[in-house]
């Protein structure tokens, strides 16, 4: 298992099939997918995906496949959270896929209900594959994202 952006953590030996180098560069990808959520792009969110890229939001109970469904998704996210920010924790190597655990920031427009009054932490699960994220997995718990990323991996 690999951890960036964390101070102190120790890094493990990825995977044979798995360098250091592809793991950097999936991290850059992600934090860049991020920062363009965070400034409301859906464009560039969009197109970090692949094509027939799937999103698992199992917190819901959905599954979005291909870049129109994916965006809908953060569409209907943007509808119901003002403001909306998300927080990487850190970057966590898991099976040649990436876990982050993440801290979801915003208000909830029909409530008013902000991330002060509710701890919102999520845990979001990503394979990359030639520079595109191919499937996203959006749980509430480590240990379930780390599962999902042993099977997928």
């Known amino acids: 298992m690999r951890h960036c952006e964390v101070p102190h953590v120790p890094r493990r030996q990825l995977p044979a099939r798995y360098s250091f180098a592809v ?9 860049s997918v991020y920062e363009a959520f965070n400034r ?10 692949a094509p027939d890229a799937v999103q698992e939001t199992a917190v819901l109970g959905e599954m979005h496949t291909g870049r129109a469904q994916i965006r809908r998704s953060f569409e ?12 990487p924790v850190e970057f966590i190597e898991q099976s040649g896929v990436i876990v982050v655990p993440v ?29 595109r994220i191919h499937w996203n997995y959006i ?12 099977k997928r991996g």
């Open 40 to 49: 409301g792009d859906l464009d560039a969110v969009v197109e970090a995906f």
């Open 76 to 87: 209907e996210y943007f509808e119901v959270v003002e403001a909306p920010r998300t927080e």
């Open 23 to 31: 793991f950097e560069d999936s991290v850059a990808l992600i934090k």
């Open 139 to 150: 749980c509430a718990g480590l240990d379930e994202a780390m599962g999902a990323a042993r």
């Open 103 to 131: 801290r979801l920031h915003g208000r909830l427009r029909h409530t008013g209900i902000t991330d002060d009054m509710i701890p919102t932490e999520m845990v979001h699960v990503f394979s990359v594959r030639d520079g």
